[in-house]
């Protein structure tokens, strides 16, 4: 299990590097304290991007919490991460373990059917300046979304396609991990 952590995080850390270093190449950033990304309740995520989110709760203590949290929550709820509250790192609590779409919206591009790459990204990074004056040069050096979740499914295919609700993906996560620490033994890593 640890080992399959590591490795996503590899792949999450990848991410955030890439979009940070494309969105200071091109000026897109977003609006300071928007979060409108945080308050989609249809977001889909696979539990494999939430795994090292899993694997600190479980490591804090916390993991059982965050499961009956979410146990409580009604379907389709915003994502149990987002702080209305705002912190420093946006409006998530666990920022540091966001998810791969985390990491990606409004920085990512994906290919259309006519095979070019389009930057997937909310309305205010689509009114701003930088968007509009948006070269196909700079483009070409955005973070690819289906690259990187191919990545993820390089590690584990099932759970990388495992498309759920944003609560649910975490949820999938906290059970996967705490069910393999119950039967592997308390305190042990791998």
């Known amino acids: 299990m ?3 952590v ?4 590899k792949v999450l850390k990848n991410a ?17 304290k928007c979060h409108l990304c945080c308050l989609k309740k249809d ?5 494999l991007e939430f795994l090292p989110l899993a694997y600190f709760l479980y490591k804090e203590g916390r993991a059982d919490e965050v499961y009956d949290r979410l146990e409580q929550l009604p ?3 915003l994502c149990i991460l987002f702080s209305a509250l705002g912190t420093a790192a946006g409006g998530c609590s ?3 373990y966001r998810g791969l779409i985390c990491r990606l919206f409004g920085y990512a591009s994906n290919r259309d059917k006519m095979g070019q790459n389009r930057l997937v990204t909310c309305k ?7 968007y ?7 483009l070409v050096k955005a973070p690819v979304m289906s690259e990187y979740y191919m990545q993820l499914a390089a590690i584990d295919f099932g759970l990388a396609n495992e498309q759920l609700q944003i609560n649910q993906a975490i949820k999938r996560a906290l059970e996967l991990v705490m069910t393999y620490y119950m039967y592997r033994g308390r305190g042990k890593r791998a």
Do not use: M
Not at 124 to 130: D, F, H, L, N, V
Not at 132 to 138: E, N
């Open 2 to 4: 640890y080992r399959k």
């Open 6 to 9: 590591q490795r996503v995080q």
């Open 16 to 32: 955030a590097l890439h979009t940070q270093k494309f969105g200071k190449n091109s000026g897109i950033t977003c609006v300071s």
């Open 43 to 47: 977001i889909s995520a696979s539990p």
């Open 75 to 77: 379907e389709n709820d």
């Open 94 to 96: 666990e920022y540091t």
């Open 124 to 130: 205010p990074i689509k009114e701003s300046t930088p």
């Open 132 to 138: 509009a004056q948006l070269t196909s040069k700079q």
